[in-house]
């Protein structure tokens, strides 16, 4: 049984509250007069899905929600899976067997996911600690690069110390370690910039010798080739 009503939504970015009304959102720093009930959220927002490939689907809150993120739900035989999770809870969605976090900064309803659809919810063990996971369920706290039902994981570090990037086929998801500005990119200023910098030299090396054609982001879709010059751009 899930319970929307003690869950608290943070308009302003999107973090969800297990259990907690607090004086200020953990994430933003948001004052709790833009909190809502996540019962409310999913009263004011619904899902919108927008096909990638024929396996993939792009999924994100309408109207958007704070510091809006898409999640993606990749198609693999008789199994659903997703990368990263929508902040708000819909009931109106194809099951999903597992989650899988690229970090956690958008874990969003997951828990509410995890409990309706009994889906299991991975993360890298190092933003499983954080502060702001510790009232999210993991079922699996990874420390290692795994392959799952052909989706490949790859644990980056930087951005977050439990940063993962996944490859599935020619798609590469990447969320946010790049943030598009105009019409380039920049590398995600939030995190030791050392330890991000590394983290994309370490990416190029990944990617380099890959048949890729999709870059999914946490806020764009983009041809992978174009995508690719302006990382060797941020890297020279």
Same mark, same amino acid.
């Given at each position: 049984?899930?319970?929307?009503?003690?869950?608290?939504?943070?308009?302003?970015?999107?973090?969800?509250?297990?259990?907690?009304?607090?004086?200020?959102?953990?994430?933003?720093?948001?004052?709790?007069?833009?909190?809502?009930?996540?019962?409310?959220?999913?009263?004011?927002?619904?899902?919108?899905?927008?096909?990638?490939?024929?396996?993939?689907?792009?999924?994100?809150?309408?109207?958007?929600?704070? +510091?809006?993120?898409?999640? !993606?739900? *990749?198609?693999?035989?008789?199994?659903? #899976?997703?990368?990263?999770?929508? =902040?708000?809870?819909?009931?109106?969605?194809?099951?999903?067997?597992?989650?899988?976090?690229?970090?956690?900064?958008?874990?969003?309803?997951?828990?509410?996911?995890?409990?309706?659809?009994?889906?299991?919810?991975?993360?890298?063990?190092?933003?499983?600690?954080?502060?702001?996971?510790?009232?999210?369920?993991?079922?699996?706290?990874?420390?290692?690069?795994?392959?799952?039902?052909?989706?490949?994981?790859?644990?980056?570090?930087?951005?977050?110390?439990?940063?993962?990037?996944?490859?599935?086929?020619?798609? +590469?998801?990447?969320?946010? !370690?790049? *943030?598009?500005?105009?019409?380039?990119? #920049?590398?995600?200023?939030?995190? =030791?910039?050392?330890?991000?910098?590394?983290?994309?030299?370490?990416?190029?090396?990944?990617?380099?010798?890959?048949?890729?054609?999709?870059?999914?982001?946490?806020?764009?879709?983009?041809?992978?080739?174009?995508?690719?010059?302006?990382?060797?751009?941020?890297?020279?």
């Amino acid at each position: 049984m899930i319970e929307l009503q003690n869950q608290f939504v943070c308009t302003k970015c999107g973090y969800n509250m297990i259990g907690q009304y607090l004086q200020s959102c953990k994430f933003c720093g948001s004052s709790n007069e833009n909190f809502i009930t996540a019962e409310e959220c999913s009263q004011k927002y619904n899902i919108v899905s927008s096909r990638v490939t024929n396996q993939v689907v792009r999924l994100n809150s309408n109207p958007s929600l704070g +510091l809006e993120h898409s999640a !993606y739900s *990749i198609k693999i035989d008789n199994q659903r #899976i997703w990368i990263d999770c929508p =902040s708000t809870f819909s009931k109106d969605l194809e099951p999903m067997d597992k989650i899988l976090f690229t970090h956690h900064h958008f874990l969003g309803a997951s828990n509410l996911y995890r409990g309706y659809y009994t889906a299991f919810i991975w993360i890298h063990k190092s933003d499983a600690a954080h502060s702001i996971s510790s009232m999210h369920p993991f079922d699996k706290r990874f420390t290692q690069n795994f392959n799952l039902s052909g989706i490949e994981a790859f644990h980056i570090d930087g951005h977050t110390q439990g940063f993962t990037l996944y490859i599935f086929e020619d798609i +590469l998801f990447i969320c946010d !370690y790049l *943030i598009p500005v105009e019409k380039s990119f #920049i590398l995600n200023p939030y995190g =030791s910039k050392k330890a991000t910098r590394e983290g994309a030299n370490k990416i190029n090396q990944i990617i380099k010798k890959r048949e890729l054609t999709i870059v999914c982001g946490y806020n764009y879709v983009s041809d992978y080739q174009i995508w690719k010059i302006q990382l060797e751009d941020l890297l020279k």
